[in-house]
């Protein structure tokens, strides 16, 4: 993967092409890290995944590595040249297992953050804007594990879908 | 961003004419829909029907643009795709927001 990643610069490259996915169980992907580009990441997943899980699965599947992918670009690399994001998902029986690789910052305390849905508050003036992506993907993901290794973040997860 | 007003009644209503309330987007959104809420109205309804994803940062504007429209008008729901139901029920916003199961006049195209 390092070895991948320094080839890579700052160019998006694709490392199996699009078209070679469609029916494939596994996907692969780097890219600059940016809203926009994560927004195409998502629909290429959708693209490749969409024949072999049901919508429901897909819609969690996308809402949880927009969670995790979204963070890398607004925390891991804020203040930092953009970087490149690597997401690679393969197809279990029962689950989509997803890792995504970055270099930017580590997370604080070299620990995922809470992965709890907080109370929503009392009175509206107090509504937190924001702050739910953590609680989401714990909520939503089996198996959540975050590890820091020369000086590049792993984020690894399962989204569980249903036995072809 | 693609939003556009028509007042129903008394109540001002919202169409989002996008897929996507994201983090891409969410500035934009909380902004235009502040525009469209100038005018008085007893109630605001933003109508979902066409977004088939919200995320938390998306999630996050909707919430923001209530809290600027409390405590005189409260900003209420409509329409939610099966996806964005699931993110408003994870989070607990759903015991937030009014939420209808359509928008009250469905669109005529007249809208602006």
Not at chain 1, 43 to 71: K, Y
Not at chain 1, 75 to 85: C, Q, S, V
Not at chain 2, 53 to 66: C, E, H, K, P, R
Request: hydrophobic letters at 40%.
């Amino acid at each position: 993967m390092q070895t991948e990643l320094m080839e890579c610069e700052d160019r998006r490259i694709s490392l199996s092409r699009p078209s070679d996915m469609r029916n494939s169980t596994n996907f692969h992907w780097s890219f600059r890290a940016d809203l926009k580009e994560v927004r195409e990441t998502l629909r290429r997943v959708a693209e490749c995944f969409s024949h072999q899980i049901t919508a429901d699965e897909s819609g969690t599947l996308e809402l949880v590595l927009a969670e995790v992918m979204n963070n890398i670009v607004e925390h891991g690399f804020a203040g930092l040249a953009a970087g490149t994001i690597t997401v690679s998902i393969t197809r279990e029986p029962e689950s989509l297992r997803c890792q995504v690789i970055d270099q930017g910052r580590p997370m604080p305390g070299l620990k995922l953050p809470d992965c709890k849905i907080r109370p929503v508050a009392n009175c509206i003036g107090e509504l937190a804007e924001g702050g739910w992506g953590w609680g989401l993907i714990g909520a939503l993901t089996d198996d959540l594990a975050y590890r820091r290794s020369a000086a590049t973040n792993y984020v690894c997860f399962a989204v569980p879908v249903l036995a072809r | 961003m693609n939003l556009s007003s028509q007042a129903v009644d008394d109540a001002i209503v919202i169409h989002v004419h996008e897929k996507r309330i994201d983090a891409a987007i969410a500035i934009q959104f909380k902004d235009r829909v502040r525009e469209l809420t100038n005018d008085p109205s007893e109630r605001v309804i933003l109508d979902m029907s066409q977004v088939e994803f919200v995320d938390s940062s998306g999630l996050g504007a909707i919430v923001s643009a209530m809290k600027f429209l409390a405590p005189d008008r409260r900003l209420e729901l409509a329409g939610l795709t099966a996806n964005v139901g699931k993110v408003f029920r994870l989070t607990r916003m759903d015991s937030v927001f009014p939420i209808h199961a359509k928008p009250p006049f469905q669109e005529t195209g007249n809208a602006n």
